[in-house]
């Protein structure tokens, strides 16, 4: 190592150190300033167009739910055309000014074009472009026999979101809209049995935390990382398979109402459950703790339990 790379691992040591001692309680005072003032100004969503991917359940459901409560027209995206039926009717009910369906497919590209097309043609607009829709396959990985199921995790959570975004962008830079992409702790914390699904919200978040600084000042984004809620994926089954039975599940609804409220303040993150953010801290500061309890919790348990050699079809989606 030459004598300059020396010098700047001492230096950016030190004024890293230094940097957090001054800066930190200044950004603080200046995060809860510009929280407050927000809170106060919310935006107004009425006759806001926001479309939702993943609609027919869920989170996506609930979203939708609130979003219809302020107002808001939608569009609700999914595969289950039924369910989506039944989420509009509702959100009609609730308040919603107007309600559309689009069965369609996020892993699909012509089915995200499509679906940002038919919204444009309905409301001549779009304000919001939620990207929500997500899928798990919980296991160990090396018990895989067949790791191609994998890839309808990264075509639905990853490729869905960046291709609704692609062709949502034009639409959104003229309303100086926002995009709004439900992740999870999963791309924080790699929890063991859902290596891929990890890796799809790591990409995700990478990728849109990209776009933010590209897109500004235009659209903007609000990052979500969400825990385990209550929703059809978290059923008992994938806990078990999971082994995460023992993480405490936040209410669907409470999810989505304080998604909605930190998009009318315009926030750029947003973590549900909040207590969530002080494992974050672990993670940095203590990997080693962290890695030393996610063996012990987690695999160790999964190994004991989990069904060797699972075939191609199990658990896909």
Known sequence: MDLFHIFLNI???????????????????LRILKFCTRSVYQENLTGKVVLITG????????LAYEY???????ALVARRGELLEAVARKAKELGAAEAIVIKADVSKRQDCQRFVNETINRFGKLDCLINNAGIIIPGLFEDQRCITDYASIMDVNFWGSVNATHFALPHLKKRKGRIVVVGSTGGWFNVPTMSVYNASKVAQQSFFETLRVELA?????????LGTVTTPLANDDF??????????????????????NSVRRGDEYLTEPPWMRSVFLWVMF?????????RLLLV??????SQKWKSCNNGSL
């Not at 160790?300 to 339990?305: D, L, W």
Request: glycine share 6%; with cysteine; proline share 6%.
């Open 68 to 74: 219809a409560k302020h107002g808001a027209s939608l």
């Open 55 to 62: 609609a027919s359940s869920g989170i996506g459901e609930h």
């Open 300 to 305: 160790n348990r999964q190994k004991a339990s």
């Open 239 to 260: 806990l078990n398979e999971a082994n995460i039975q023992w993480v405490p599940i936040y209410p669907v609804g409470d999810c989505a109402k304080a998604i909605v």
């Open 286 to 294: 203590f990997p080693e703790i962290w890695h030393a309890a996610r």
């Open 11 to 29: 230096v950016s040591v030190i004024i890293s150190i230094i940097s957090f001692i001054f800066i930190l309680p200044v950004l603080s005072l």
């Open 217 to 225: 000042p235009d659209i903007g984004i609000t990052m979500v990382t």
